[in-house]
C-alpha cells in the first residue's frame, strides 16, 4: 500500500542499510586513513559508563572552573537530576515502542523462513552480522546514551552559559583518550558512535538526543 506505511518501511530499510554499509563506505571515500581508527576509538570510548564517564568530567570540569562548593553543590545536583528525569522518560519510550536493535533487524530481514522475519520482501537478511559491541537486554528507541548525554549537554550549556570550553576524559580500562572544545561536540560523537558500535539506529540516537534535554 501506499502512505505512511510505506515510508516508515522504506525509512527503516534504508537505516538497516547504512547500518551494514556505512562505517565502510565512511573509511573507503574518506581522506583521512585514520578514519577507521577514529571510529573504532569512539565507539569503543563511549562504550565506557557512561555516568561514571560524565562524572570524572564533571570533577575535572569544577575543579579547572575552580568552583565554590555551593557552586559545585549546585552544578553536579543540575547535572544528576535533569540526567535522571532524561533516563526515565527514555526508558518509559523503550518500554512503550519496544523497537528491535539493530543486530535483530539486520539478522531477521526479508522474508525466509526464520519465525522472526520482517516479513518485508525488499529487505535481505544476514544471519551471521554482529555488531561492535554487546547488545544490552532492552530495546533500540531511544538510545540511553544520548538520552543521558543530551540532557547532561545542555545542562553543561546552561550552567556555564556556553557551549565553548575544553574538556576531556579518559576511558576507564581501555585508556583511549578524547577531547573536546565544545559539549556539543560530545554529543554528536556519541550519536555517531553508538551507531559505529552496531548498537543503535541512527534515528534511536537523534531521538534520544532530541528528548534528554526535553525531560521534564
Not at 577507521?36 to 569544577?62: S, Y
Not at 529487505?123 to 533500540?140: F, G, I
Not at 540511553?144 to 545542555?154: E, L, Q, R
Request: negative net charge; hydrophobic residues 40%; proline residues 5%.
Amino acid at each position: 500500500g501506499d502512505g505512511e506505511g510505506d515510508d516508515a518501511d522504506r525509512r527503516r530499510r534504508d537505516e538497516r542499510s547504512r547500518m551494514i554499509e556505512a562505517p565502510a563506505a565512511e573509511v573507503a571515500t574518506s581522506t583521512l586513513l585514520v578514519d577507521g581508527a577514529l571510529m573504532l576509538g569512539a565507539a569503543l570510548f563511549w562504550a565506557d559508563n557512561a555516568i561514571a564517564m560524565w562524572t570524572r568530567i564533571f570533577q575535572d570540569l569544577a575543579e579547572d572552573q575552580d568552583l565554590s562548593t555551593v557552586e559545585a553543590s549546585r552544578f553536579f545536583a543540575m547535572l544528576y537530576l535533569t540526567g535522571t528525569d532524561a533516563l526515565i522518560a527514555c526508558f518509559d519510550d523503550k518500554e512503550r515502542h519496544g523497537f528491535w536493535r539493530p543486530q535483530t533487524a539486520i539478522r531477521n530481514a526479508g522474508t525466509g523462513g526464520n519465525a522472526d522475519a520482517d516479513g518485508n520482501p525488499d529487505t535481505v537478511a544476514d544471519p551471521t552480522w554482529e555488531s561492535l559491541l554487546v547488545n544490552p537486554p532492552y530495546p533500540d528507541h531511544p538510545s540511553g546514551h544520548t538520552c543521558a548525554s543530551g540532557s547532561i549537554v545542555a545542562t553543561l550549556q546552561d550552567f556555564f552559559g556556553t557551549d565553548e570550553m575544553s574538556f576531556g576524559a579518559t576511558h576507564a580500562t581501555l585508556g583511549i583518550q578524547r577531547t573536546f572544545t565544545r559539549f556539543s561536540g560530545a554529543i554528536k560523537e556519541i550519536r555517531k558512535a553508538r551507531v559505529w558500535g552496531g548498537l543503535h539506529f541512527m534515528a534511536a540516537d537523534a531521538q534520544g538526543a532530541n528528548l534528554g534535554p526535553s525531560a521534564p
